[in-house]
């Protein structure tokens, strides 16, 4: 089946800071979708990107889908302690079947 | 609207024990999903239905792990008999062929842990 990596798997940042984690396949990927989980819940779903060089916004939240659509990257400006959590990168073979990452976990210092 | 739910959240039991998840999709949602998380790790696929059908179930360890979503609403998912290594959160989720993102909405899981 298809592989995500997902880098980096931690990062601890002081609140204010701002923070990148990445997810790279080794195939051209159809869709992507990004997750966030936060301590003891479940994944709630974040954006889907669908077309190459694709870049969408949520608040300090941006998304990007490269050319090749074969990776992806979540960005948060200025993060806050609500930020806390994991984010997965999931890749989709077809709309409906998804291998997610391994996941970043970020910890916001306040 | 009532989001996706999962009973029991928790369960412990002894290896060799059958054992037994939930899962109430939200409704109107065909397709319902299986996953097994792992502490540290992403969820992973067990298996995947649309309406009662079963359309990927690959990743099933089939020995011991068995699924059910009669009249293609609420599912089962079944261990027996139950090993250490099935300690996990086991998650479902469904989602809906009329959203445009197939966004999948994940219930609360069960922790299981097997001792």
């Known amino acids: 089946g298809q592989q995500v990596m997902q880098i980096p798997q931690y990062q601890h940042v002081q609140e204010g800071e701002d923070f990148t984690t990445y997810c790279n396949s080794s195939?051209?990927?159809?869709?992507i979708q990004w997750y966030k989980q936060r301590p003891g819940g479940h994944p709630v779903f974040l954006i889907q990107?669908?077309?190459?060089?694709e870049v969408k916004k949520q608040k300090r939240l941006t998304f990007q889908f490269g050319e090749a659509k074969k990776n992806s990257s979540l960005h948060i400006t200025a993060t806050q302690t609500t930020d806390v959590g994991t984010y997965f990168c999931?890749?989709?073979?077809?709309?409906?079947?998804?291998?997610f990452g391994k996941g970043t976990k970020l910890s916001v210092i306040p | 609207e009532a989001g996706v739910v999962q009973s029991p959240r928790y369960k412990i039991i002894e290896k060799k024990q059958p054992v037994a998840f939930w899962c109430n999709p939200i409704?109107?949602?065909?397709?319902l999903y299986w996953y097994r998380q792992n502490l540290g790790q992403g969820p992973e696929l067990l298996i995947r239905?649309?309406?009662?059908?079963?359309?990927?179930d690959s990743q099933l360890p089939k020995d011991r792990f068995s699924a059910e979503r009669l009249k293609g609403v609420d599912s089962t998912l079944k261990i027996q008999p139950a090993e250490l290594g099935d300690s996990a959160v086991y998650l479902c989720?469904?989602?809906?062929?009329?959203?445009?993102?197939?966004?999948?909405?994940f219930g609360p899981g069960t922790r299981l842990t097997v001792t």
């Open positions: 989720a469904s989602s809906s062929w009329t959203s445009g993102d197939h966004e999948q909405y």
């Open positions: 195939t051209t990927l159809s869709n």
């Open positions: 990107l669908v077309k190459s060089g």
């Open positions: 999931a890749i989709g073979a077809g709309s409906y079947q998804l291998t």
């Open positions: 409704s109107g949602h065909n397709t």
């Open positions: 239905y649309e309406n009662e059908e079963a359309v990927d």
